[in-house]
């Protein structure tokens, strides 16, 4: 009996560990997906997506071609929630023809600029979201001037330009809820690992005592908002 019990403990542990698994996301599949997310980033972010989307929507800044709206909307998924995932797609600064993340595979031919909707739309048909992830087109800082629903989670990983986060943590984390979280991308306490204006932003939210800090998870800032 002994023996059973810590049989099912350990294969309990196991797939709550690996819950995208359960959950049946492609992995292979998922990485003929462009971008930037590693996969234990990506399991950590469904995990507090799981959580988060049982209190209200949740919404990315920073859709590009979908690779983190497939974890999130899957975790929504799972409990009838809602994703927006919010992105003009057409490329930030460092994605334009000539700069560190250009990528032709990107650049629309017959307008000569950068276009990841096709993509993230194709993304979203392949997994199976296309009633739990809504694409919001447009620039961050416009749509939150007018966004009213409260949210469960907010995933900030958009432009990495300093005003640029700044705004979409001044603009959208006020919708948060109570017990939802805050999520950044891109943390980096030691310079020498990436860009600090992340980080810097990150620093004012933990600053702002509005929040519970949860420890660092790779380049995953996550806050609480207290109650
Ligand atoms: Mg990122």
Redesign the pocket.
Known sequence: MFWLHFTLRRFIKFHLKNGCRILNIDLKKLSFVKG??DEEEAQRLFDLTLVSSRLAPCLEI?SYCGKSAVFLGTACRENNAVLFSVDHHTGSEEQQPGQEYFDPDLLDEKTGKIDTLRLFRKTINDFNLDKTVVPVIGRSEIIGRVWQTPLGLLFI?GS?AYESVLNDYEIWARHILPGGYLVF??IFPDPAHGGQAPYLVYKQAVSSGQYDVLPLFK?LGALKKKN
């Open positions: 930037f997310l920073g990983d990495h991308h891109d380049s």
